[in-house]
């Protein structure tokens, strides 16, 4: 009795242990093809008729934000786009992807069509930051914050980082005396 009350705790060690070290493995580093892919299945494609390019930005942020983003992922932002950066390729996701080195704006006015620029992506273990552009009719830009759990990337939030002040209307309104 007294051994097989031993063997038994003997393979509870075992596996406890077998446990403890399977939790325990290192989590991959983060791959930014994948954070990219993500983004642009599940927000940006869904957006409709438009042009994508990729560039890199700081999302007009001037190296600072307030942002409740850790500090560690912003950096990482900061990083991966500084002036040093690359294009991110995104020929794989087809012909609604265009390179060229104009500028989003000068795209967008030159096909009458949005465009979508989309900054590299800053990453930490399991967040990664994008900055999402948006030339149109009206101009804006979005941080998107996605996080991964498991192998899996996921969609976590989103932020406006800037957008275009309305214009004011100057009309002359008679109920205002002028």
Known sequence: MRDSKLVALKLLVWLALIGHINGCEPQSPPVERDVM???LTSFVLPMGDLSIVSR???CRTDGQTSLPVPLGLFDAFLNANDEQSN???LSEFGDRVTTTTDHPR???LRARKPV?????AGMTTNDALVCVEVYAQEERAF?????REGSTWRLAGEVVSWEEPEEEDLTEDPEDGY
Request: glycine letters at 0%; zero cysteines.
């Open 37 to 39: 892919r993500k983004l």
């Open 143 to 147: 941080f998107v914050f996605l996080r």
């Open 116 to 120: 979508v620029s989309l900054s590299r």
């Open 87 to 89: 294009d991110f390729d």
């Open 56 to 58: 890199p930005s700081d």
């Open 106 to 108: 000068r795209l967008y």
